[in-house]
């Protein structure tokens, strides 16, 4: 088989042709400016290349965070029919240390959910915030993002669901000082409030196929252009515990 690269140069140089005698007629039309000086490009210089590489992480925040939801039922695998006040109710009850006594951090959440309803925060004071439906795994099926209000303090709770096998699984859970959230393709974004004034937190959590569940991708501090907040709380603001995690470890 004769080698293509003849009959692409002779292309190559019938389009050059072209080009010139198109210029030519045009006058200086569509020619090439310069754009100035660009800055050096800089390779990436590796700092202690004899220290040992760590095998395992200092720190468990539960990346892949997955559990299933015990006493809550998915009516024909509609997510869109599972009660979200009932699902706030079940995680109160599987930490009783954080929400039940004078003592626990997050009593007033417990005590203001006798003002829920099955819809959710139609009433105030109830803690548990509207409820919205995306396909955030990608297979065609709407998953459910809940938040609720962790009282008396200021944090908020947010947490993904879908379903598999019939059962509610939590995919994604999060507690912090939260300005915005939002769903962008298949992530959640939370914004927080910096104690460096004009910055705020970026977390985003994406879908990953292979651990089906959401994991943070990104963590980064952004400017808000001259905003200012509080002092981001420290001691509190952590990933839900999960039990049934598959994977752990950053």
Known sequence: MPHPRPTRTALALAAVALLAS?????????????????????????LWPDLPAASSPAFDIDEVNIQVVKGVTVPGD?????DPVEVVRREIAAHPDDYDGS????RETSRRMAACDESGAARRP???????????????????????????????AVRVYTVEKHR???VMGWEDAVSAVELAGRSVIIRSPSEVAGYEYRLQWTWDADQKAMLLTHDEMVRTGGRTHPPRPTSTASPTPAPSSSASGR
């Open 103 to 106: 003592e626990a951090p997050y």
């Open 78 to 82: 509609d997510i869109r029919r599972v």
């Open 22 to 46: 198109a210029t030519s007629a045009c006058g200086d039309a569509g020619g090439l400016k310069g754009a100035g000086a660009t800055p050096t490009a800089v390779s990436p210089e590796k």
């Open 126 to 156: 109830c803690p548990v915030l509207r409820s919205y439906y995306r396909d955030l795994t990608g297979d065609g099926r709407d998953e459910l993002a809940l938040g609720f209000r962790q009282l008396p303090g200021e944090l908020t």
């Open 168 to 170: 509610l699984v939590q």
